[in-house]
């Protein structure tokens, strides 16, 4: 059987249609390459954000770490001011109570060292 050969216009025709193929595929191609810088966009910024939580998280870390030993040290400092306030309590609660003892008459205490008996 003999095949018909196509005319100019069927030519024409498929050309047209050839270059519209191509048209749409470059289109495509084109779309496609803008969704994909789209996404590594997308993709850079939440990196970015991520890299930036992180250091935030590390610094909020670091300083957990320093206010830690900031109140163990001032712990320390508050147990050793309590027990120096005992003390003075404990010493002026003697002195109280020697104070209200009676005391023979002429054995007045020195006033400087108030331990040897004052004398004139």
């Known amino acids: 059987p003999a095949v018909a050969k196509p005319t100019e216009d069927q ?12 048209a749409r595929k470059a289109a495509f191609e084109e779309a ?8 590594e966009a997308e993709l850079a ?3 970015q954000e991520a890299e930036d939580r992180q250091a935030i998280l590390n610094e ?20 050793r001011l309590r027990a ?6 404990l010493e002026v609660l003697e002195l109280r109570q020697e104070s209200r ?11 400087v060292c108030l331990d040897e008996p004052a004398r004139l």
């Open 11 to 22: 030519e024409e025709q498929a050309r047209l249609e050839l270059e519209r193929e191509i």
């Open 101 to 111: 003892r009676p005391r023979p008459p002429g054995l007045n205490k020195c006033v």
């Open 84 to 89: 120096e306030l005992s003390q003075r309590t």
């Open 45 to 47: 910024r939440k990196t």
């Open 60 to 79: 909020v870390a670091q300083d957990r770490s320093e206010l830690a030993l900031m109140y163990r040290r001032t712990n320390q400092e508050l147990c």
């Open 32 to 39: 496609l390459e803008a969704e994909r810088a789209s996404y």
